[in-house]
């Protein structure tokens, strides 16, 4: 039997990344060779009601042991890593007693990872850390929560005296894009809630996410001979850092923390003739949300008028909803998995995501669904980091929540 850690690092060196220039769903091919081999491991462990659609959305249950009435429970983890840094190639390293000192990734690049640059480092000292070789993301988000769904099944299916009712889990692709709900089916699913294994250091339990919408903003440039441009060009990329300086540089997600919003330019593409940024928008409150969509809608017009109408177009697509207006109506769930946690000597952290997750959608879609640590920081990036025993206490949480839900 494979441990989480195991599992996890085979995960991880699977090649996931979901693309934001995605013409199908999922975005990319590649999240399909981790979730058939999911389908084999949930086949081999032998769960039923296994299927895997041509979207890749990969479900599963674990039949009930008992006749005892006990409400269906749902498990959420999402295939796919961040397009920002490479996921191909992962090679996880191994650090087994962490010293409080600088760490090496890479030594060939000279890459390092310090506490002064990450001074969160300070909490893992003497514990087990896996990390990335400096070159690529690791994918603890969310291969680590995968690890952590499929340990604690396995676990069940071989401790079969541990009492519980029908368990449901799901993979889904395009979360990292905010596409991991399109197309899930909530009611095949048929829990009557569900957690989803997404979060970061030990003890977080997350019920209230951004407002989150995503932006794609074309610039339509003229292109003539720098020789005779004069009047005469209007140059794609200029408008565009124009634009961009046009929105508030203090609301940029390097700024901000806590509940404060943002508007985050994550690409920029293009030429003379043409340009193309895409932004990402967050906020916890509904109606800051808008304005800060009116920003950019604010922006394009006064440009329009400078350079003429339909130089500028903005396209802007919601992407979910902050879920705590339908967690709290069954806040008891919340209340679950703080028990848990607190049972296993683990304080729970409640604050807001600064982010979200498939649960964010999934709740407004009649599923409510908190989202609980998989132990992982520096998600997104080359410096990403999973402690061992954090993972390990993941599980653990699941199953104590199983255990109390059974109850």
């Known amino acids: 039997m494979p441990s989480v850690k195991e599992r996890f690092i085979n995960y991880a060196k699977i090649n996931t ?20 081999k999911l389908e084999q491991e949930l086949l081999d462990l032998g769960m039923e009601d296994i299927s895997l659609d041509e979207k890749c959305y990969l479900m599963a249950t674990l039949p009930a042991n008992t006749d005892r009435q006990i409400p269906i429970i749902g498990f959420i983890a999402h295939l796919d890593t961040s397009p920002e840094v490479s996921g191909e190639n992962v090679k996880p390293q191994v650090i087994e007693n962490y010293d409080g000192g ?19 480092l300070s909490k893992y000292i003497g514990q087990e850390l896996i990390t990335t070789d400096g070159t690529t993301l690791l994918g603890a988000d969310d291969k680590a929560g995968i690890a952590v769904i499929m340990s604690a099944l396995e676990y ?3 401790h079969p005296e541990i009492e519980h009712g029908k368990i449901r889990v799901a993979f889904t692709p395009d979360e990292e894009i905010g596409h991991g709900a399109d197309y899930f089916d909530v009611q095949k699913f048929g829990a009557e809630f569900a957690y989803t294994l997404d979060g970061g250091e030990i003890g977080e339990l997350e019920y209230e996410t951004f407002n989150a919408a995503a932006a794609t903003v074309t610039i339509n440039g003229r292109s003539v001979h720098p020789g005779s441009a004069k009047n ?22 390097e700024y901000t923390e806590g509940r404060e919003g943002f508007t985050h330019l994550v690409q920029f ?14 906020d916890h409150d ?3 949300m808008e304005k800060r969509k009116g920003y950019l809608q604010d922006a394009a017009t006064y ?45 729970p952290i409640m604050v807001p995501v600064r982010g979200g997750t498939d649960g964010s959608r999934l709740s407004f879609m009649g599923l409510p669904c908190p989202n609980l640590f998989t132990g992982g920081f520096n998600f997104h990036g080359r410096y990403e980091t999973l402690p061992t025993r954090s993972l390990e206490r993941s ?4 199953l104590k929540i199983i255990e109390l839900v059974s109850k």
Not at 17 to 36: C, G, I, V
Not at 269 to 282: D, F, L, N, P, T
């Open 232 to 253: 005469r060009m209007i140059n794609a990329l200029q408008v565009a850092m124009e634009f961009n300086a046009m929105l508030p540089a203090n609301e940029r997600p």
């Open 395 to 398: 599980v653990d949480v699941v």
């Open 303 to 347: 440009l329009n008028k400078r350079y003429g109408e339909g130089r500028i177009v903005v396209d802007i697509k919601d992407q979910y909803y902050n879920m705590r207006e339908k967690i709290e109506p069954v806040f008891h769930i919340v209340e679950t998995a703080s028990r848990a946690m607190v049972a296993l000597g683990i304080q």
């Open 269 to 282: 593409s293009g030429g003379v003739e043409s340009a193309k940024m895409h932004y990402i928008i967050r």
């Open 286 to 288: 509904r109606s800051i």
């Open 156 to 158: 069940l299916v071989t």
């Open 102 to 120: 600088e760490i090496v990734l890479n030594a060939d690049l000279n890459i390092r990872m310090s506490p002064k640059e990450f001074p969160e």
């Open 17 to 36: 990344q979901s693309d934001m220039e995605y013409k199908s769903h999922p975005s990319t091919a590649t999240q399909f060779d981790l979730a058939r």
